[in-house]
Nanobody, 125 residues
Framework: QVQLVESGGALVQAGGSLRLSCAGSGRTISMYALGWFRQAPGKEREFVAAINWSGASTAYSDSVKGRFTIAKDNAKNTGYLQMNSLKPEDTATYYC??????????????????WGQGTQVSVSS
């Protein structure tokens, strides 16, 4: 198992940017697919973005496509979520998840078996 710790959450004004980090420890994330999910109060956890083990395959939810970028740096054992043009509706706790998986296919939400504790992102209007 790999341990994941998110950081970078903050309070930011609408239109601003943040970069979330997901630091892995215990194992290298080089063979792991990474995903970012978010959960707002009273709502279900939802998919935000995912990247396969090599970084060659990515996916985004329609709500963040064109504004968010997912990346992973295997040398630093860290994943990232660059968030630009933030909107109040992006306010949520953001979670990083990982699954040991090679190939281009990205895991489903229920397939991720390593989760971080979350970091809070708040966007004011």
């Amino acid at each position: 198992q790999v341990q994941l710790v998110e950081s970078g959450g903050a309070l930011v004004q609408a239109g601003g940017s943040l970069r979330l980090s997901c630091a892995g420890s215990g194992r290298t994330i080089s063979m792991y697919a990474l995903g970012w999910f978010r959960q707002a109060p009273g709502k279900e956890r939802e998919f935000v973005a995912a990247i396969n083990w090599s970084g060659a395959s990515t996916a985004y939810s329609d709500s963040v496509k064109g504004r968010f970028t997912i990346a992973k740096d295997n040398a630093k054992n860290t994943g990232y979520l660059q968030m630009n043009s933030l909107k109040p509706e992006d306010t949520a706790t953001y979670y990083c998840a990982a699954r040991l998986q090679l190939g281009a296919r990205l895991p489903r939400l229920d397939e991720y078996d390593n989760w971080g504790q979350g970091t809070q992102v708040s966007v004011s209007s």
